[in-house]
T-cell receptor, first 113, second 115 residues
Framework: SQKIEQNSEALNIQEGKTATLTCNYT??????LQWYRQDPGRGPVFLLL?????KEKRKERLKVTFDTTLKQSLFHITASQPADSATYLC????????????FGKGTTLSVSS | KAGVTQTPRYLIKTRGQQVTLSCSPI?????VSWYQQTPGQGLQFLFE???????NKGNFPGRFSGRQFSNSRSEMNVSTLELGDSALYLC??????????????FGPGTRLTVL
C-alpha cells in the first residue's frame, strides 16, 4: 500500500543546533516533494520544493534533500531558533495526482532556548 | 496581495445537518483545492477546482461536494453531517499550471465541530 511517513511525531532540540526531520514514502513515484510549516490554528505555509531530479535545495537556514533510491527526504534547519518551533509537513506531488498533495502527518519541532 | 480567506472560521453543527464553507483565493489564482485535516488522518485531499470545473478528486464520499464560481471563489458542502466530519477544513489556491509542481497557498481554515 502507499504510505508517506514522517518518522518522528515530535522533536526537541536546543537553540543553535541543527534540526533534521525525515520523510519516507513507499509505493509512490513523486515528481516533486514539498515541505510546509504549520503553526497552531493556522494553515500550512510553503517552505521548499524539490524535484525528483534534484538532490538538494537550500533557502537561507533551510536545506532539503531528496533521495529517490532510498525513497526519503531530509529537511534540515540549521542554527535553530525558538521561533522555528512548529509542525513541519512533507507532501508529495505525483504526475498522476495533478495538483493534489499527499501529506505526511507532520513532525512537531520544539526549540528550547 | 491579500492571502487566501476562508469563512466562517468556526462552525458548530449537529449530526444530519449540512454545511457550506467558503474560500476566496489569492487574486489571480485560478485553482482552488480543499483539504480535510484531522489528528488521526492528517491532511487529506478532498478535491480541486479550476475554471469552475472539478479537475481532481480525493477519496471521500459523495456527501462532500464543491463548486467554483467565475471569480474563482469556491464553496464546499458537506451534507448529512457525521461526527467524524469534525475537522479543520483548509482551502488552498495556486496559479495552477495544473502540474504537480504548483505551490499551494493555504488559508487559515474553517474549524467544523459536529455534535
Amino acid at each position: 500500500s502507499q504510505k508517506i511517513e514522517q518518522n518522528s511525531e515530535a522533536l526537541n532540540i536546543q537553540e543553535g543546533k541543527t534540526a533534521t526531520l525525515t520523510c519516507n514514502y513507499t509505493n509512490y513515484s513523486p515528481a516533486y516533494l514539498q515541505w510546509y510549516r504549520q503553526d497552531p490554528g493556522r494553515g500550512p505555509v510553503f517552505l521548499l520544493l524539490i524535484r525528483e531530479n534534484e538532490k538538494e535545495k537550500r533557502k537561507e537556514r533551510l536545506k532539503v534533500t531528496f533521495d529517490t533510491t532510498l525513497k526519503q527526504s531530509l529537511f534540515h534547519i540549521t542554527a535553530s531558533q525558538p521561533a522555528d518551533s512548529a509542525t513541519y509537513l512533507c507532501a508529495l506531488a505525483t504526475n498522476q495526482a495533478g495538483t493534489a498533495l499527499i501529506f505526511g502527518k507532520g513532525t512537531t519541532l520544539s526549540v528550547s532556548s | 496581495k491579500a492571502g487566501v480567506t476562508q469563512t466562517p472560521r468556526y462552525l458548530i453543527k449537529t449530526r444530519g445537518q449540512q454545511v457550506t464553507l467558503s474560500c476566496s483565493p489569492i487574486s489571480g489564482h485560478r485553482s482552488v483545492s480543499w483539504y480535510q485535516q484531522t489528528p488521526g488522518q492528517g491532511l487529506q485531499f478532498l478535491f480541486e477546482y479550476f475554471s469552475e470545473t472539478q479537475r481532481n478528486k480525493g477519496n471521500f464520499p459523495g456527501r462532500f461536494s464543491g463548486r467554483q464560481f467565475s471569480n474563482s471563489r469556491s464553496e464546499m458542502n458537506v451534507s448529512t453531517l457525521e461526527l467524524g466530519d469534525s475537522a479543520l477544513y483548509l482551502c488552498a489556491s495556486s496559479l495552477a499550471s495544473g502540474g504537480p509542481g504548483d505551490t499551494q497557498y493555504f488559508g487559515p481554515g474553517t474549524r467544523l465541530t459536529v455534535l
